[in-house]
């Protein structure tokens, strides 16, 4: 006799179907997969060519090695963001949202299930781009490559660029409305954050921001004006996308709800 080989059952069941569909939507709809593509790109490619082209004349990089290492994390989390936006705005202006829960009834399996798959794409770019990243500016401009600074710096940005996807597609189920998720969402990370992060005054406020923190983690040396440690600034973006994520969750429960 043979023993059968179990398959999953009941909730457990229901969660695979939810988390295949999403899958499927993801290889099936181009403006979906493409965009994490397109953020390893200009994580990797940038770092690379500026690494090339500036990494022995400009000692902002060569002081401080993640500075250089992480330039196309710069743009790339751009392309990230909008991926994070997409996973589930789409379906919000399209009004396919309504089509899905027909599909998955139970809204917090199927918002669960979108946030399981960006945390998994986040997590894949987040280690390829980051080891593509090292690799290619450690070619170009050799540096310190050595010490617990370069462990910490490469884990954290293997996790920033999770926690970017997952807080994007809390926002966006927050806002219910693709265009303004990416009215708000992609010029505070791409542009505002980072200018208000160079603004004495403002300073103070704008490194609690999600972005400005968990970027924190990836930089080798000690910043005398942020009030947090390396690790802290992870931990304030993490609690920054639990934030996103619960609002999300309270915002899909009451889609259709009377």
Request: net charge positive.
């Amino acid at each position: 006799m043979t023993t059968p080989t179990p398959t999953p059952t009941g909730n457990a069941s229901h969660v695979l179907q939810a988390l295949r569909a999403e899958r499927i939507k993801l290889t099936t709809l181009r403006s979906l997969w493409i965009t994490p593509l397109l953020a390893l790109l200009l994580t990797a490619g940038v770092t690379t060519a500026v690494g090339a082209a500036l990494g022995g004349k400009d000692h902002d990089i060569t002081d401080d090695p993640s500075v250089g290492v992480f330039y196309g994390l710069n743009f790339g989390q751009a392309a990230l963001t909008c991926f994070g936006i997409l996973l589930i705005g789409q379906e919000f202006n399209t009004r396919m949202i309504n089509v899905s829960l027909t599909a998955v009834p139970r809204r917090g399996r199927l918002y669960g299930a979108k946030l399981a798959l960006g945390a998994l794409v986040g997590l894949a770019v987040g280690a390829v781009g980051t080891a593509g990243a090292f690799a290619g500016y450690a070619t170009t401009a050799p540096g310190a490559w050595d010490g617990p600074a370069l462990v910490r710096s490469a884990v954290a940005g293997v996790l920033y660029q999770a926690l970017l996807v997952v807080f994007c597609v809390g926002a966006t189920a927050l806002l219910g409305n693709l265009t303004a998720a990416m009215g708000l969402l992609v010029p505070t990370v791409f542009l505002l954050s980072p200018l208000l992060g160079g603004v004495p005054g403002v300073r103070r406020v704008v490194q609690f921001l999600p972005d400005r923190a968990g970027q924190y983690a990836l930089r080798y040396a000690d910043d005398p004006q942020v009030v947090y440690g390396h690790w802290t600034g992870l931990l304030i973006m993490a609690l920054w996308t639990a934030l996103a994520a619960y609002g999300g969750l309270r915002a899909m429960r009451r889609i259709g709800a009377k």
